[in-house]
């Protein structure tokens, strides 16, 4: 029963094609991201969402279009992939009040 | 603009040794301040975490220093075991007012390898 999950674990997939990363939590979370995590092991908040109502948009290109259809859910679209968007993508959750933030085990895109 | 920085980039330590990981922050409004670990093919976790009025926690092994005056913190893993071999994130976070929601800016991790 993993608290965070996301899918797919692996994609490979050729430059300039569109593809989408879906994430969900059966914790009961309001608060939901999406970070980025480079090569050199970096972590960068992209986007928070706060029962279902965009809170955090780094500066991040306008390709990566999250989507939330509710509070357990918020999936990660990325049209015309670059070689650039090579990483690893988690998505995380929280409670409003709570400082912790759980992980799921990311979701590893290589883009050729 | 990197908000906190962390070094060393890298650690090798014997068992039984104490590694110790720094952290400095530059944002004064931060006011939490956790350490994540992360085994790899895996997400980060949350280890230990501290509040800026106090000077020290500790959670088994593991102890968090914190100096408010030179907003530095630090992580000491005590009698460290191969098994603590991981990357450590240190991070900080401010709450977005009215939105209950969390930014966590985080350090650029080190990598601690523990040997046998």
């Known amino acids: 029963d993993t608290a965070v999950s996301q899918t797919p674990k692996y994609l490979v997939t050729q430059m300039g094609n569109d593809k989408s990363i879906k994430c969900e939590q059966n914790l009961g979370h309001d608060t939901m991201y999406w970070y980025k995590q480079d090569s050199k092991k970096f972590l960068k908040i992209m986007f928070s969402?706060?029962?279902?109502?965009?809170?955090i948009n780094e500066t991040v290109p306008n390709r990566f279009s999250p989507k939330s259809p509710d509070k357990a859910h918020l999936n990660l679209h990325i049209n015309s992939l670059e070689l650039g968007d090579s990483a690893v993508y988690f998505c995380a959750s929280s409670r409003p009040s709570g400082n912790t933030i759980y992980f799921g085990e990311g979701s590893w895109l290589t883009v050729v | 603009q990197q908000q906190v920085k962390q070094s060393p980039q890298s650690l090798i330590v014997q068992k039984g040794g104490i590694p110790i990981i720094n952290c400095a922050y530059e944002?004064?409004?931060?006011?939490?301040f956790p350490w994540y670990q992360q085994f790899p093919g895996k997400g980060p976790a949350l280890l230990i975490a501290?509040?800026?009025?106090?000077s020290e926690k500790k959670e088994g092994r593991f102890t968090i220093s914190f100096n408010k005056s030179a907003k530095q913190f630090s992580l000491h893993i005590m009698d460290s075991q191969p098994g603590d071999s991981a990357t450590y994130f240190c991070?900080?976070?401010?709450?977005?007012?009215?939105?209950?929601?969390?930014?966590?800016?985080f350090g650029k991790g080190t990598k601690l390898s523990v040997i046998p």
């Open positions: 969402y706060n029962n279902k109502e965009l809170i």
């Open positions: 501290i509040r800026p009025d106090v």
């Open positions: 944002n004064t409004a931060f006011d939490y």
């Open positions: 991070a900080a976070s401010i709450e977005n007012s009215g939105a209950g929601s969390y930014q966590l800016t």
